[in-house]
């Protein structure tokens, strides 16, 4: 009996430890996640990326600031603005292709994993040298 | 082993079965996987709103402009204002994601409405004035 009991609670205790390690990595996914659609509302308004004119800051981005922008230290995500209209050659941007190329890469930190989730939001982007504004979408792409 | 004993050990084993089962439960309580996408989506009302108004049409001047120009017939990159809501649906198209529904809409003097939201859990952004007479609208939902 006091065996039988043992041997049941022994597999109901490794079946919790178990759920808890999936359980804690979806949380670990899900805080993940949150802090993406954070960067995702806060990155466009982050002096980084915002276009200002003699301290007016605008609701859009300097693709000039993009070209030599490198964030750092934001956790296994992929972070980059594509121009979506006009539409453009489908390039990455450098000092070498822009303005004729679609793609700003920001931030980049690649985790071997099938597990990822790519968010995005319109983000209007300024280019100083033409006085344009055109549309595109900052996107994050946050890997589990 | 006495009745006494065993009674207790039964009711050890129910409070142990009450707390297996709550912590199985506890993550599905918790979890609220749309609220999250509903979030996403009503961020995504509000800027594309914005993106779409200060977008450029032609040099020095925006959709913004052009919706007010178009109030009194008199547009400046367009031959005509009938196909502002043609480069309005193209610039949406191109941004959004194929399975979200739109609808963009200005009421006022001149009343512009594009795409249709057919289905029932939208998000709105917030109005926005252009004028004192017209205001514009972006509703999304996802297919």
Known sequence: MILIFTVIFGIVLFGIYRYNINSIQDIQNDLEESKSVSLLSQLPMSPYLQYSELSDEKEMVDTLKLLNLELENLGFRTIEVKQTYPKVN?????????PNCD?????????????????????????????????????????? | MGKGQLESLGLVLIVLLLAVLLVFSLPFLLKDD????????????????????QASLCPGVAIKEEIL???????????NCDQLESKIGEMIKTTLEPNLIYEFRVDGKSIIQIGNDSCLNTFSSASQPLSDSSKVFLILCEK
Do not use: H, M
Request: overall charge positive.
């Open chain 2, 69 to 79: 120009n178009c109030e009194f017939d008199n547009p400046r990159c367009l031959d």
């Open chain 1, 103 to 144: 793609t700003y890469g920001i931030y980049s930190k690649v985790k071997a994993s099938q597990d990822k989730k790519i968010i995005s939001i319109p983000v209007s982007l300024y280019f100083p040298l033409t006085q344009e504004t055109k549309i595109g979408n900052l996107v994050i792409t946050t890997y589990g």
């Open chain 2, 34 to 53: 749309n609220q999250k996408e509903d979030n996403i989506l009503r961020l995504k009302a509000d800027a594309l709103r914005n993106v779409l108004l």
């Open chain 1, 90 to 98: 489908d390039l990455n941007c450098s000092k070498e292709t822009y």
